[in-house]
């Protein structure tokens, strides 16, 4: 059984010896895990495995019960909330299964909304998140709210949102769980291509084999531990 996870070139987030527990349940039992600069990770399991657990350990949404968390030698572990929730704005990008956008908002303003909770003004940021919409292929979308896009558009909106503070991580949980295959398949390979491009290191937490092939490297839990490490071939 393999607990720990390596590559070879620089970490830019690595845990060590993580555990948590809920109660009597044993959430993450001692995981290991080093993530480089511009690779893309999925993590995979069954239902309960610690998968979410691990995510959000790793992102500093909730501290581990023992094992630390570096973010280019920062201890994530060791920071107050406040001071988590300011990094997690400047160095971390967010994807989730249904977008996770505000229906108010325009989808540039959805983008821009990291940046103007960081503090940029918001013509400043709006300008900002435009940017991204040709990248992705939703230019001419700015100023439809959410309920105006497909599920697809919907989710390349929120692919900008995570990356227009330029973070140093994604993290994604289920991030085509709402979406048919081949609309899944087109929001990977832009998640993957984008992140790759901008240096960004991804962790995606997935049920999806398709997902996980799209990786540089899926790892497998169970039980709150990881079973092995598989590196995809291109």
């Not at 990248?135 to 558009?153: A, C, M, T, V």
Request: with cysteine; net charge positive.
């Amino acid at each position: 059984m393999m607990t720990s996870t390596t590559t070879t070139t620089s970490a830019v987030l690595s845990a060590t010896g993580l555990t948590k527990r809920y109660g009597d349940a044993v959430a993450l039992a001692g995981v290991d895990l080093t993530i480089a600069s511009g690779e893309s990770i999925a993590v995979t399991g069954p239902s309960g495995s610690g998968k979410s657990t691990l995510l959000y350990c790793l992102a500093g949404v909730i501290r581990p019960d023992t094992g630390q968390v570096l973010l280019d030698g920062t201890r994530l572990d060791e920071l107050s909330e406040r001071h988590r929730t300011r990094l997690r704005l400047r160095r971390f990008g967010f994807v989730f299964q249904f977008g996770g956008l505000l229906p108010e908002l325009p989808a540039d303003e959805n983008v821009a909304l990291p940046l103007i909770l960081a503090g940029v003004s918001r013509r400043r940021a709006v300008a900002q998140a435009r940017r991204w919409f040709a990248p992705l292929s939703i230019d001419g979308l700015e100023g439809r709210r959410p309920g105006q896009l497909s599920g697809g558009q919907a989710q390349r909106v929120a692919i900008a949102r995570a990356l227009v503070t330029e973070p140093a991580v994604v993290f994604a949980d289920e991030p085509t769980g709402s979406l048919d295959t081949a609309t899944g398949a087109d929001v990977m390979a832009l998640l993957t291509g984008a992140t790759r491009r901008q240096g960004a290191a991804l962790v995606v937490v997935t049920h999806d084999g398709s997902v996980s092939a799209a990786c540089d490297r899926r790892v497998a839990m169970r039980d709150g531990r990881l079973e092995h490490m598989t590196a995809e071939t291109r």
